[in-house]
């Protein structure tokens, strides 16, 4: 299994971005899929996730109703769509997958089974 995170880069504060992970090696349908972040000297932490169908997501409080978490099964891609971003937003995003029949209902990072190697966001203020 292998996940690329893309779409990082420098943003004003209330600004904009959207990241995509493309995923090979697997059957993507059946993978739940999800975002985390890790800020300078804080620990990984869950940011969204999204069911195999896309028909339930699950999102940390701090960006509930600014970040829209999406997939595309047919293009193997699950995206993160950023809004109103803040400073505090900064930070590497990774994407991340967990083996079925684990479910996107579970938020912890030691259920991921797979990571891509980050792309970083920064929002200046």
């Known amino acids: 299994v292998q996940l690329q995170a893309s779409g990082g880069g420098l943003v004003q504060a209330g600004g904009s971005l959207r990241l995509s992970c493309a995923a090979s090696?697997?059957?993507?349908?059946?993978?739940?899929m999800g975002w985390f972040r890790r800020a300078p000297g804080k620990e990984r932490e869950f940011v969204a996730a999204?069911?195999?169908?896309?028909?339930?997501?699950y999102y940390d409080d701090s960006v509930k109703g600014r970040f829209t978490i999406s997939r595309d099964n047919n293009k193997n891609t699950v995206y993160l769509q950023m809004n109103s971003l803040k400073p505090e937003d900064t930070a590497v995003y990774y994407c991340?997958?967990?083996?079925?029949?684990?479910?996107?209902?579970?938020?912890?990072?030691?259920?991921?089974?797979?990571w891509g190697q980050g792309t970083q966001v920064t929002v200046s203020s």
């Open positions: 991340a997958t967990k083996n079925p029949p684990k479910t996107a209902a579970d938020r912890a990072v030691s259920g991921y089974d797979y």
């Open positions: 999204i069911s195999r169908s896309g028909s339930s997501t």
């Open positions: 090696g697997l059957t993507f349908r059946l993978y739940a």
